[in-house]
């Protein structure tokens, strides 16, 4: 439960800075107990936090008889590479991409917990919408339903008891606990913590945790290509691809 943010050394601004964003199911230190690496990042919590630890003897056990936890550290430790080492341009450009000028106001309407399932279909429908946010009372964002989540639905009403309200609502089929990042954040920061939780869009909250936009990675790449396309670091238009006879 909670989110922790990753922070790592800045050699260029001689600060820390946040990297990516982790929530609940994620681990982090998986490199030393893989390859025996140095530690090169922090965590911080932004909410009460339950964390497990694992020292190496236990992980080498569990591991060794559990093919599903092997294989996903694995692919956590080819996730979490530095990819900026090979794409140097691509994180200037987005070192210098503020979150303010690729994020969007969020489409369609917001959810509430008790919503039924009609009102959330009908917005996808009229909205062509990825996915919505669910916020609480205070308007602060508990949940998000996206359109694979919709198919939830007959699922969680088969699970009704009789006597139960047997109306589907948002809080049966919604991602609860979902991540998020702050407007405060960097865009490579939104960048990272897309990758590594295979996320297209991620909302973003103000200092009170209230929902402000959200950014797309297709309007984040947008801005990098163009911005490299004029710096002429990369080519991507077709008089580039076929020469001129």
């Known amino acids: 439960m909670g989110d922790v943010e990753v922070l790592a050394y800045n050699q260029e601004t001689g600060t820390e800075e946040v990297v990516a964003v982790l ?56 996730r979490r590479r530095n990819v900026w080492k090979d794409l140097p341009d691509v994180r200037k450009v987005l070192d210098t991409l503020s979150l303010e000028d690729v994020m969007e106001p969020v489409p369609g309407e917001v959810l509430r917990t008790d919503y039924f399932l009609d009102g959330i279909l009908e917005l996808f429908c009229q909205h062509r919408l990825d996915f919505c946010c669910v916020l609480d009372a205070s308007d602060k964002v508990v ?71 959200c950014v797309r990675i297709e309007t984040i790449l947008s801005h990098v290509v163009t911005e490299l396309s004029r710096r002429r670091a990369i080519r991507v238009t077709q008089e580039h691809i076929r020469p001129t006879v």
Do not use: W, Y
Not at 170 to 179: A, K, Q, S, Y
């Open 23 to 78: 929530g609940p199911g994620d681990f982090f230190g998986e490199a030393a107990l893989v390859t025996s690496r140095s530690r090169n990042a922090s965590v911080r919590a932004r909410s009460n936090v339950l964390v497990v630890t694992m020292g190496r003897s236990l992980f080498t056990e569990m591991s060794a008889n559990l093919g599903p936890l092997r294989d996903a550290i694995a692919k956590a430790v080819r």
């Open 143 to 213: 949940g998000v339903v996206t359109r694979s989540d919709l198919l939830r639905t007959i699922e969680a009403a088969s699970t009704f008891e009789v006597g139960q309200d047997d109306v589907v609502r948002v809080h049966h089929i919604m991602g609860h606990e979902p991540i998020v990042i702050k407007r405060g954040e960097g865009t490579a920061c939104a960048v990272n913590t897309m990758r590594e939780h295979g996320l297209k869009n991620l909302p973003v909250v103000d200092e009170n945790d209230h929902l402000v936009g």
